[in-house]
């Protein structure tokens, strides 16, 4: 599968944004689909995630309440709401997909998009 992430760009601290993954492939709804973020200087890091079909989710504790996951796999794609945005949260966004639920390291997921950068201004 690939993949293909949009929607990121500039926002004032307390505003929103909204993340596409897009992704090729019929089989989409077999895959795992998670969205990480690297921070300039630090390591990549877990966000959320979301099951094949949608039924589940998981999310980083620090962003708990102020992002939501969701899927819509008649269009391959995979969206990050970001509300109530934080500067801490400026980081170039990565979605990225495996085969089965539950895992949040970035080396368990096999194919990921380029990335979209997200700056949270103060």
């Known amino acids: 599968v690939q993949l293909q992430a949009s929607g990121g760009g500039l926002v004032q601290a307390g505003g929103s944004l909204r993340l596409s993954c897009v992704a090729s492939g019929r089989t989409f709804n077999m895959y795992t689909i998670a969205w990480f973020r690297q921070a300039s200087g630090k390591e990549r890091e877990f966000v959320a995630t979301?099951?094949?079909?949608?039924?589940?989710?998981s999310y980083a504790d620090s962003v708990k309440g102020r992002i939501t996951i969701s899927r819509d796999n008649a269009k391959n794609t995979v969206y990050l709401q970001m509300n109530s945005l934080k500067p801490e949260d400026t980081a170039v966004y990565y979605c990225?997909?495996?085969?089965?639920?539950?895992?949040?390291?970035?080396?368990?997921?096999?194919?990921w998009g380029q990335g979209t950068l997200v700056t949270v201004s103060s």
């Open positions: 990225a997909a495996r085969i089965g639920w539950g895992r949040t390291m970035s080396l368990e997921y096999n194919y």
């Open positions: 979301i099951s094949g079909g949608g039924g589940a989710t």
